[in-house]
């Protein structure tokens, strides 16, 4: 095959899906791995695509730019109030579970009331602030028990950097709710905050299960630093099934879970 062939294939592929691997072109194709990687730098010498580590995205699919919290609280306000209360029945009483910033955790707020005894390890500050709120307008002792990272306050309102990073560390939750900028099945989940990146990847080192939440307008974007391969999350709750053209990510989360706005290895066999 003629090196402008496997640039059409590879652009053609392109077309039906936000994101290409290296090692399925490869496959595809019938080259190696190399070749694919020197027609992908060819392609985004071009404008054609996005390189990104593992493989290509579309142009205009990648993101390094972070919203704020307060412009992006309501935008998209039911999708989140949709996934916070998925998310929410799979917690149970008494766990210790962990949440990242962003406006699509902080839905979760009002409905963590429902779980008697949790204990909530964050590194959002509208989250824990809002969690105080709505306990002072309560009673009863099943309120959540906060514990709330230090650290650098970015544009989304989350607390960053050495400090919130080795506090997390040293800490061990049930499960994470992690909010994402970008989720997708090559790239995998990702943010525009470097800092972040680096403080939500020991929240995923130190859960027993991580469950993204994100949007459908969140799928397919990759985003300019990686926090986690797909494969490393137990499920994804989002607001609606994704188009046919993301069936890779039911094919990556690692658990069957009970919900179909939760996707699993197993979701494309039910009826």
Not at 6 to 17: E, G, K, N, P
Not at 31 to 45: A, G, K, N, P, Y
Not at 110 to 128: C, H, Y
Not at 216 to 221: D, L, R
């Amino acid at each position: 095959m003629f090196a402008a062939e496997r640039h059409a294939a590879i652009l053609d592929r392109l077309t039906r899906r936000p994101a290409v691997r290296v090692s399925k072109l490869a496959l595809a194709l019938g080259v190696s791995e190399m070749t694919i990687r020197r027609d992908i730098d060819v392609l985004e010498t071009r404008g054609a695509l996005v390189r990104v580590h593992g493989g290509a995205v579309r142009p205009g699919t990648i993101s390094a730019v972070e919203p704020g919290f307060d412009a992006n609280r309501m935008r998209g306000k039911e999708a989140k109030q949709q996934i916070a209360a998925i998310a929410v029945s799979l917690l149970a009483p008494g766990m210790t579970v962990s949440i990242t910033g962003g406006t699509t955790t902080f839905a979760l707020a009002p409905l963590l009331f429902r779980v008697p005894g949790l204990t909530v390890i964050t590194n959002s500050l509208p989250l824990a602030d809002e969690l105080h709120r709505l306990h002072g307008a309560t009673s009863g002792d099943g309120a959540p028990r906060v514990l709330l990272s230090g650290g650098q306050l970015t544009p989304s309102k989350a607390l960053v950097g050495p400090l919130a990073t080795n506090t997390i560390a040293s800490l061990r939750a049930d499960l994470c709710f992690m909010g994402a900028h970008g989720v997708d099945a090559a790239a995998g989940i990702t943010t525009p905050n470097l800092a972040e990146a680096d403080t939500n990847k020991a929240f995923a080192r130190t859960c027993g299960r991580l469950v993204v939440l994100a949007d459908a307008t969140k799928i397919g974007v990759v985003s300019l630093a990686g926090v986690a391969p797909l494969g490393t999350a137990a499920a994804l709750v989002t607001d609606r099934q994704p188009d046919s053209e993301y069936g890779a990510l039911t094919r990556i989360l690692r658990e069957p879970v009970p919900d179909p706005h939760l996707f699993d290895p197993h979701l494309e066999e039910r009826p």
